[in-house]
């Protein structure tokens, strides 16, 4: 075997110290609901192992187009909102602190809902706007002792996970 080249970025370590697991309000936020759950908690690093239960709405943030310079922003993104009864399939991400100390929150969910008499799935970016119904249940496992946060990566000009 020849050399193979770099397949990885970074590798971030820590011990996964707990689970918590949070049962979200009806009519809120989703996002905001997670938020919630790590503020109350005092997570400062963990990964969103799952979520389940239903949403009343649901918006949805793709890639449309990748720009040459990898520099995503608004226009280079479709934003996709229904608004009627759908129900979660994955919610996962991650959970890391800043440099200034305020905790970043990255989320991708997919939801399963009813379009012309078939059931549809659908996935994305979590970003506001999408508002619970019955019966959430958010998972998070809270990592210790890491070298993980959330910085800004100058190739994207967004924040990301670093190590």
Known sequence: MGQSPNLLEGIGKGRMARVVVGKLAMDIDL????????????IQTG???SGVGAL????FRNLKILPPDLKVD???RLYLELEQPMEIVSLTGWIATREDGQTEIHAHFSASTVMNN???TLGGHLTPGTLTSVKVVVVVGVIEDTDISAGLDPRLNQIDVKF
């Open 31 to 42: 996002l905001e609901g997670i938020e919630a759950l790590v503020k109350k908690e005092r």
């Open 47 to 49: 990964v969103i192992l």
């Open 56 to 59: 009343k709405k649901a918006t």
């Open 74 to 76: 608004k226009q280079h």
């Open 118 to 120: 078939q059931v549809v």
